[in-house]
């Protein structure tokens, strides 16, 4: 059964999973309880210059900086352009930039005309942009000039793109320039798709999900209102692409639904983001916890003082971390679990709530609960699949894969979880990230945790590899601190039977690591999150 939508094109409309498909979408508190109409465009710029006026400092980036009445021209302007270049409603707008200005007017201006977003990772190359395109097959492109030779590589000269920046005339800045700052927003279903996501880090077939307008103002009205709490005098900040559902609400969607500003980086290198936090005075960023972790590095040198809010997702923020980032800082780091699927984080805690070691409690607005594989709910303390329904859900686009994600109307994130019985959640491991060794199941993530709170340790990852006498055994990668990097082979032995013997103190002996190899580098996504998959190749090798 194909939803009633909006728009001429029907595109997105006829690639949404059946609607037996679906999670349950859950509409139980009043702040997601949207009209049937709304624009997200709208809601986000012209409700939030109701409250702090034309002349409140929206985005300050690397391209210029825009006051919300600024912004609300410059996107109207836009959206003319794109008018003019032949969008209609319900056709994909594909951006490919950095995060900067001109990208957020470009992905506010998509909304306002009716269009649906795909925003990419600059760091995609051409036979991945191929995939995406063959994904959506976008109407229309806007490509900042510096990014140009990938996409242009990937043979989409047949579709029409605006260039960002650069010396042409034919530039979005300079065809901006000549349009109206009048323009009536397209009167979309709050329904209606605006945007499709890929899934970060994933391997073969690449997935898009589906968001609505009212999804993209859910992720503020809960998380951000109910855990991160900002207000317009708030300056965020943080490394996380746009691209990246966790980037695009954390440095977008949040701070422009209260009315605070937003300071984008097109490199957020741990350097330039405390740099920036000490220029700018920032006091919200988002980044994961790898970047945590090596900001601690760093952070004597910069003046961080204006820090209240500090929130890690993306992957498992080690307790170790959490502890040395309070001690450093005394900010208590906001951990948190979503997935592009849901669009953002839906659970989490922060302040009194927070409790190290656990990734929080449901979001108001969500319920989240654990399962076992015939789908019954586990009592308290035992370890199962991670359920979560709420006002947002998945919705995969014309892929077979939405009967694996969806069941029974949970999304199943495919992480394993236990419960407490006042109901906080803690991280078990990915499901594919559960180690069974000797018939016991051994949870990666926690012998990486304990790994970490050795001083020689910078970053680890732990995998299993394949062995005659116990089916499968703990593998530790290893990246040393600096101080401790030998070319000693003696040496390097010695240190990894004290590791060894460092983790059979901490945890369950049968957990250690047997094979512990030391690398230089892990290999990482765009987005930063730790591709275990390509390290398991290596061991079965």
């Known amino acids: 059964m194909i939803e009633a939508s909006s728009y001429i094109d029907s595109f997105t409309t006829?690639?949404?999973?059946?609607?037996?498909?679906?999670?349950?979408?859950?509409?139980?508190?009043?702040?997601?309880?949207?009209?049937?109409?709304?624009?997200?465009?709208?809601?986000?710029?012209?409700?939030?210059?109701?409250?702090?006026?034309?002349?409140?400092?929206?985005?300050?980036?690397?391209?210029?900086?825009?006051?919300?009445?600024?912004?609300?021209?410059?996107?109207?302007r836009t959206a003319h352009v794109l008018k003019a270049a032949g969008l209609q409603s319900g056709n994909r707008v594909l951006l490919r930039a950095p995060n900067n200005g001109w990208l957020v007017v470009a992905?506010?201006?998509?909304?306002?005309?009716?269009?649906?977003?795909?925003?990419?990772?600059?760091?995609?190359?051409?036979?991945?942009?191929?995939?995406?395109?063959?994904?959506c097959e976008p109407n229309l492109a806007i490509v900042d000039h510096r990014y140009l030779e990938d996409w242009q590589a990937a043979g989409t000269r047949s579709i029409p793109t605006i260039i960002v920046g650069g010396n042409g005339p034919q530039t979005l800045e300079n065809l901006a320039t000549t349009k109206s700052t009048e323009f009536k927003p397209y009167d979309s279903l709050a329904s209606d798709t605006c945007m499709l996501a890929f899934t970060s880090g994933t391997t073969g077939k690449p997935k898009a999900t589906m968001h609505s307008h009212s999804d993209v103002l859910a992720i503020a009205d809960t998380f951000s209102a109910e855990v991160v709490k900002p207000n317009s005098a708030d300056i965020f900040s943080g490394s996380p692409p746009a691209a990246f559902t966790f980037g695009l609400g954390g440095l977008v969607i949040f701070p422009l639904r209260v009315g605070a500003t937003t300071v984008l980086l097109e490199t957020g290198s741990p350097s330039n983001l405390l740099a920036a936090i000490e220029k700018h005075r920032i006091t919200c960023i988002f980044t994961a916890p790898t970047a945590y972790r090596a900001m601690l590095n760093l952070i004597d040198t910069f003046d961080i003082s204006s820090l209240r809010r500090c929130i890690s997702a993306g992957e498992t923020l080690p307790e170790s971390v959490w502890h040395k980032w309070f001690d450093a800082t005394g900010v208590k780091l906001i951990d948190g679990i979503g997935a592009t699927e849901m669009l953002h984080i839906f659970i989490s805690a922060s302040d009194s709530d927070i409790r190290p070691g656990f990734t929080g409690k449901?979001?108001?607005?969500?319920?989240?609960?654990?399962?076992?594989?015939?789908?019954?709910?586990?009592?308290?303390?035992?370890?199962?699949?991670?359920?979560v329904r709420g006002p947002t859900g998945c919705r995969y686009f014309n892929d077979e894969?939405?009967?694996?994600?969806v069941q029974n109307g949970w999304n199943l994130t495919g992480d394993i979880y236990e419960m407490t019985e006042d109901g906080y959640f803690r991280y078990l491991a990915r499901a594919d990230d559960m180690i069974v060794s000797s018939g016991y199941n051994i949870a990666a993530p926690e012998v990486e945790n304990s790994l970490l709170s050795h001083p020689c340790v910078a970053e680890v990852a732990v995998v299993g590899e394949p062995d005659i006498d116990r089916g499968v055994v703990v593998k530790a990668f290893i990246v040393l601190q600096s101080s401790f990097i030998t070319s000693d082979p003696d040496g390097e032995q010695k240190l990894r039977v004290e590791l060894q013997d460092h983790v059979k103190k901490n945890i369950a002996p049968y957990k250690y690591p047997r094979v512990i190899e030391f690398v230089s580098e892990l290999p990482k996504s765009p987005t930063g999150k730790l591709q275990r998959h390509r390290l398991r190749k290596t061991t079965t090798k």
């Open 14 to 76: 006829e690639g949404l999973p059946p609607r037996d498909q679906w999670p349950t979408i859950l509409r139980d508190i009043p702040a997601v309880r949207y009209p049937n109409r709304l624009n997200a465009s709208v809601e986000l710029l012209e409700k939030s210059n109701e409250l702090v006026g034309r002349d409140k400092t929206a985005v300050i980036a690397d391209d210029g900086t825009w006051t919300y009445g600024e912004l609300i021209d410059d996107v109207a």
């Open 107 to 135: 992905w506010l201006a998509v909304l306002r005309a009716g269009g649906v977003v795909v925003t990419t990772i600059p760091m995609i190359r051409a036979g991945e942009i191929e995939q995406l395109v063959r994904v």
């Open 362 to 387: 449901t979001v108001p607005g969500y319920e989240a609960t654990v399962l076992n594989e015939d789908l019954e709910v586990l009592p308290a303390g035992m370890q199962g699949r991670l359920a």
């Open 401 to 405: 894969r939405q009967n694996i994600y």
